[in-house]
């Protein structure tokens, strides 16, 4: 006989239905796009009046786009100037670093030989 009561039985649980009761996902793609009229076509996107379609992995502007090729020549030839000089500044940070360096070491031993010789001048006295 159990403690507190009748003993723990839980009720079942009824099953569960089906995830869909349509069969369109039995159908292969071209019998839907077919039946359906599910075509997508490329996605298009539209920003700040610049449309891009998205084609062959890559965004594409579309021929009514805003933008001319020689714009665009334009702004890759002020890109490749600018990381021309990122990469002069590069090297002249690299350098200034160098010679900060060596300027550190130099001067640390300077202070040494300086610490070295008053050592030396306070024994001989």
């Known amino acids: 006989m159990p403690l507190f009561g009748s003993t723990f039985s839980p009720k079942k649980t009824p099953p569960r239905k089906s995830a869909s009761l349509s069969n369109l996902h039995t159908l292969d793609r071209s019998t ?27 965004w594409v502007t579309d021929s009514g786009g805003t933008t001319s090729s020689k714009e665009v020549q334009k702004l890759k030839k002020r890109n490749m100037q600018l990381e021309e000089e990122n990469n002069l500044l590069k090297l002249k940070i690299e ?24 050592n030396h001048y306070k024994r001989k006295k």
């Open 32 to 58: 839907r796009e077919v039946e359906l009229g599910l075509e997508y076509g490329a996605p298009v996107l539209n920003i700040g009046g610049q449309s891009l379609k998205f084609e062959d992995g890559q």
């Open 95 to 118: 350098l200034l670093l160098d010679m900060l360096t060596e300027t550190t070491a130099e001067s640390h031993l300077i202070q040494k030989e300086l610490e070295d010789m008053k």
